[in-house]
């Protein structure tokens, strides 16, 4: 009778053990999978990303925003122009022939930005694709997580547990496992949302770019100019959160018991996680872009 029981509290134990390295192997797959893309993904330009939502975002830029920005560049510009006359000399005829001559530069700049809107969208996405791709040079750490490495023999370390600790850790790698999916989710998100917002920046860019040779309205355009740095900034933060990821994880070899390793890894996945979803407010808030 004693014979069959421990048969029985073996073969649990065998399936214990089956299922939670069965969790363990595939716990992390995905959330390594989604890191070592951040910076392949951060580091493309809103052409290069998907170049047929660049195309259509454009089209619809040069189709409908552009002459839009044109009435208002319009506008700003004459109404610029009769204060200019009203405040020198109050429509007598005394006018500064050299304020004309800088209203018409003036003019020819803000159409030169209207009109090349995407070009210098471009270029300030072009120049935080160089500062990425540099800062992923550096960043030479592994953000892979393998528990048969962190805690060396996995097996014989289960095996020495007993039938009501294996229980407890199977719940916990369940846990943690479905934890991990939801953070392989939200990492995607934060990627997918960075980018769509780009796009979204992108398409109605010539109508704060209108304003910007204008004292009074210029702050549209400051700020948009600001906004669109902010975004292309965002891309090295996330860098930065990948190296401080990578870091950590690899402190974790010195992880003596399974428990604490499992929870520890999960904690600075989702701290990663965190990390990302604040990488747009942080980038904002240094260069006041509201």
């Not at 009778?1 to 399936?15: V, Y």
């Not at 020198?88 to 003019?107: C, M, R, S, V, Y």
């Not at 803000?110 to 800062?135: C, G, M």
């Not at 010539?206 to 669109?228: C, D, H, Q, V």
Request: aromatic share 10%; charged share 15%.
């Amino acid at each position: 009778m004693q014979n069959i029981l421990e048969q029985i509290e073996q073969w649990i134990k065998e399936f214990l053990i089956d299922c939670i390295t069965g969790n363990l192997t595939g716990m992390f797959d995905e959330v390594n999978s989604k890191v070592g893309e951040i910076a392949a993904e951060v580091g493309k330009t809103p052409q290069l990303w998907n170049s047929g939502v660049f195309s259509m975002i454009q089209n619809l830029s040069e189709a409908i925003i552009i002459p839009i920005a044109g009435l208002i560049v319009t506008f700003v510009l004459c109404y610029e122009l009769i204060s200019m006359i009203i405040e020198k000399n109050n429509l007598h005829g005394d006018f500064d022939t050299f304020q004309l001559f800088k209203w018409i530069f003036k003019t020819f700049v803000a159409t030169y930005i209207v009109t090349h809107t995407f070009d210098i969208v471009i270029a300030i996405f072009e120049l935080s694709q160089n500062i990425v791709n540099q800062s992923a040079g550096v960043i030479n750490g592994n953000t892979e997580i393998d528990f048969n490495t962190i805690i060396g023999d996995l097996t014989e370390q289960l095996e020495s547990m007993e039938v009501g600790e294996l229980f407890l850790l199977l719940i916990e790698t369940s846990l943690v496992g479905l934890t991990m999916n939801a953070v392989s989710i939200c990492v995607t998100l934060v990627l997918l949302g960075r980018m769509i917002e780009i796009y979204v920046y992108c398409s109605i860019g010539a109508i704060p770019f209108s304003t910007m040779t204008n004292r009074e309205w210029g702050s549209m355009g400051n700020n948009y100019l600001k906004g669109l740095v902010a975004l292309g900034l965002q891309g090295f933060f996330v860098m930065v959160c990948v190296a401080i990821y990578t870091v950590l994880v690899q402190s974790i070899a010195t992880a003596e018991n399974l428990h604490i390793a499992i929870w520890t890894c999960a904690g600075y996945t989702i701290l990663l996680c965190y990390s990302l979803f604040k990488t747009g407010s942080v980038s904002k808030s240094i260069l006041n872009a509201h």
